[in-house]
């Protein structure tokens, strides 16, 4: 079965940067696109990027624009997202969930989210 | 950017009812790329609907999509204990946005 894990929680300091990654089984991990989508507590969900099935191409969110890198690791079958210059508005809580084969798609399965906190 | 609005913000019935949740566009969805998606508290988002109309692998036939253009609806047909949650609209026409999202709670 389809299965997205996460890496744990992280509480990190403003300024500083995160890397979440998300390891896939259950399918073949090189013909997916794969997204990244956070929740603000209380928050609806937002999109922050995509890359695609070999990780050659990426396509963000304007919002996260500079400050975000998305990457894949076939040989692991994991998907890495880093976030720099955290701010207190970037606490939440960041999803990886799976996209179309030929297209970004919808998300039809998702990890099982990983808190980050950003305080000082 | 599409923005889409979800109502009833928060939607009040009893197990056995019917459901009817709507997502609003701002601008047409082309070839009605909308999904929904249900979320339980402390849980992932659960995919539901696709292409507007067609349910995902294992959801019941309880659940329906219907719309298109900048008008969608989630049609629950008869509530189980186990629906009531929060569920969100989101359109993958053009990037990706979600809806603010529609809580449905017990009466």
């Known amino acids: 079965q389809v299965q997205l894990v996460q890496s744990g929680a992280e509480v990190k300091k403003p300024g500083a940067s995160l890397k979440v990654s998300c390891t896939a089984s259950g399918y073949p991990f090189t013909n997916y696109y794969m997204h990244w989508v956070r929740q603000a507590p209380g928050q609806r969900l937002e999109w922050m990027g995509v890359i695609n099935p070999i990780g050659t191409h990426t396509s963000f969110a304007q919002k996260f624009q500079g400050r975000v890198t998305m990457t894949r690791d076939t040989s692991t079958s994991t998907l890495y997202m880093e976030l720099s210059s955290l701010r207190s508005e970037d606490t939440a809580v960041y999803y990886c969930?799976?996209?179309?084969?030929?297209?970004?798609?919808?998300?039809?399965?998702w990890g099982q989210g990983t808190l980050v906190t950003v305080s000082s | 950017e599409i923005v889409l609005t979800q109502s009833p913000g928060t939607l009040s019935l009893s197990p056995g009812e019917r459901a009817t949740l709507s997502c609003r566009a701002s601008?047409?969805?082309?070839?009605?790329?909308l999904a929904w998606y249900q979320q339980k508290p402390g849980q992932s988002p659960r995919l539901l609907i696709y292409a507007a109309s067609s349910r995902a692998t294992g959801i019941p036939d309880r659940f329906s999509g219907s719309g298109s253009g900048t008008d969608f609806t989630l049609t629950i047909s008869r509530l189980e204990p186990g629906d009531f949650a929060v569920y969100y609209c989101?359109?993958?026409?053009?990037?990706?946005?979600f809806g603010q999202g529609t809580q449905l709670e017990i009466k």
């Open positions: 989101s359109q993958y026409a053009s990037s990706h946005t």
């Open positions: 601008q047409s969805v082309s070839s009605g790329y």
């Open positions: 969930a799976r996209g179309g084969e030929s297209s970004y798609g919808d998300f039809d399965y």
